[in-house]
């Protein structure tokens, strides 16, 4: 099945800086990445997402990119803000049987330091 | 979006006993996933129910542990039988609309304690 890495597992900036999330996976038949924040104790919420047809996609300050020939794919917020610390979690995703069965990451908790 | 609500959102629980999860949808959704989150952990899926069939569980999950129904498109429930302290974790429904879409939504999960 799918194995999907995650690092770093914590990562502190300062209130400004760029943070960078990254996420390997070992099934090239996945074709789909979302992206959730996970504030505490709150449910995981979708912030951004990227198909496998595509390379980059922005919005606003956070983008993600795709490297489908390393099988990597990447987070990135810009001028970090303390609401932005939570806990993000990659998944992809891959059909199979007719059923989309999303496989996460382990994490990572973004602390912004203002 | 999809609106999706559990009942309850945190219970205490003695050992040897047996709690239902309700997970209650705004919308016909095709498919329904159950999660199991422990403390400062990651999304372990349980099982995927689909209306009018029996449900898929994951490696190590199994049906008399952690029984499902999914009567319609829009509810299922997930009982966790005979508890132990090591089933203290926060489980969450979620709900995927199906072929052509992909965003899958969460409910805001169920927090349970064993003693």
């Known amino acids: 099945g799918e194995n999907v890495e995650q690092h770093p597992s914590t990562l502190s900036v300062q209130e400004g800086d760029s943070a960078v999330i990254k996420c390997t996976y070992s099934?090239?038949?996945?074709?789909?990445f979302p992206w959730y924040k996970q504030e505490l104790g709150k449910r995981p919420q979708l912030i951004i997402d990227i198909r496998s047809n595509v390379g980059e996609k922005k919005d606003q300050r956070i983008a993600v990119t795709l490297n489908k020939t390393a099988k990597h794919f990447s987070l990135h917020i810009t001028e970090t803000q303390p609401e932005d610390s939570a806990v993000y979690f990659c998944a992809a995703r891959i059909e199979s049987g007719g059923s989309y069965i999303p496989t996460f990451g382990r994490g990572t908790s973004l602390i912004v330091h203002p | 979006s999809a609106v999706i609500s559990q009942k309850p959102s945190r219970d205490i629980c003695q050992r040897g006993t047996s709690l239902t999860i309700q997970c209650q949808v705004d919308?016909?959704?095709?498919?329904m996933f159950w999660y199991r989150q422990q403390p400062g952990q990651s999304l372990t899926l349980i099982a995927t129910?689909?209306?009018?069939?029996?449900?898929?569980?994951e490696s190590g999950f199994v049906i008399d542990k952690f029984p499902i129904s999914r009567p319609n498109l829009t509810f299922s429930t997930l009982t966790v039988s005979n508890m132990s302290p090591e089933d203290s974790s926060i489980y969450l429904c979620?709900?995927?609309?199906?072929?052509?879409?992909?965003?899958?939504?969460f409910g805001p999960g169920t927090r349970l304690t064993v003693l």
């Open positions: 979620s709900v995927d609309r199906g072929a052509g879409t992909d965003t899958q939504y």
């Open positions: 919308s016909q959704v095709t498919m």
């Open positions: 099934d090239s038949a996945s074709n789909y």
């Open positions: 129910a689909n209306q009018g069939s029996e449900a898929t569980y």
